[in-house]
């Protein structure tokens, strides 16, 4: 695909942008806006095109640049890839290739970095469970980040293939959820039974966050990357005062998607539990 060159002035400051596929991401932006709420936030998710998980490389690496471009003409000088298949698939090359083409001031961030990082910090055992999309799994993107981090760990990874569906569907608190929620949670640790630190490693697993603490052993520790993430940006932005100025601070939200807004502004209040008006963005 031939690149956008955004237009904004480098030093024009702007919102922060968080992009996702969908609406996983909204649990990211709400953590990030409960942890940082003086910024101004864009959110965009790119509903017509989910799922990203079971699409090539090529073709996430296509779709995430395009999505990132659009949020860089919004005036964003920094976004936060909020999805884990983005994270996985294509930051990486946007960071090395892309960004210096796009504009070199520029900044994006993924959720795979700092999940790893929180999990070596909690684990005891070297122990270490992973529940995830089928598409997150099979990139083994956490098992590399993570022994690129720390060699001495052992990392179970447990595709919940029907998590999202149940949770789009507003069903992960029937008795069907609550099913498919012991059944992946007994599957993770039939691989090992000594796992004390698992990750949420997908930006809607948050939401069962409450039906996992009422079964996981309390040895073990769950990790949302929700609060990973926002914690996260607020020590980046420290680290980086010259990123601070890049970001504008009146407190505003907009939130765009590829899709129908109908559709999004009603699913969207369960993942950002707020209301949400949403612009349609068409690509």
Avoid at 44 to 54: E, H, S
Avoid at 90 to 101: E, S, V
């Amino acid at each position: 695909m031939s690149l956008i060159i955004s237009q904004k002035p480098l030093n024009t400051p702007g919102a922060i942008g968080v992009f996702d596929s969908g609406f996983g991401g909204l649990t990211i932006l709400k953590s990030i806006v409960e942890e940082l709420p003086q910024y101004d936030y864009v959110y965009l998710g790119d509903n017509a095109r989910v799922p990203y998980g079971t699409r090539s490389y090529e073709t996430v690496y296509n779709y995430t640049l395009e999505c990132l471009q659009h949020l860089f003409d919004k005036g964003c000088n920094l976004v936060i890839i909020a999805c884990n298949t983005a994270s996985a698939k294509a930051l990486r090359t946007i960071q090395q290739n892309d960004l210096l083409k796009i504009n070199p001031h520029k900044r994006v961030l993924g959720v795979i970095r700092p999940t790893a990082e929180a999990l070596i910090s909690k684990t005891k055992n070297n122990n270490i469970g992973i529940f995830a999309t089928n598409g997150t799994v099979t990139s083994n993107t956490f098992p590399i980040e993570l022994h690129k981090l720390k060699h001495s760990l052992n990392v179970y990874q447990q595709p919940c293939t029907l998590w999202v569906p149940l949770i789009e569907a507003n069903e992960h608190n029937s008795k069907g959820g609550t099913y498919f929620v012991q059944k992946y949670y007994n599957e993770l640790l039939a691989q090992n039974p000594n796992i004390d630190t698992i990750a949420l490693a997908c930006t809607h697993y948050p939401l069962l966050l409450q039906q996992l603490q009422k079964i996981v052993a309390p040895n073990i520790k769950i990790i949302a990357q929700s609060d990973i993430v926002a914690k996260s940006l607020n020590k980046y932005l420290q680290r980086h005062p010259e990123m601070q100025l890049q970001c504008t601070t009146s407190g505003t939200r907009q939130f765009f998607t590829t899709d129908d807004t109908a559709s999004f502004n009603e699913k969207a209040t369960l993942f950002y539990n707020n209301e949400i008006q949403s612009q349609h963005l068409a690509l």
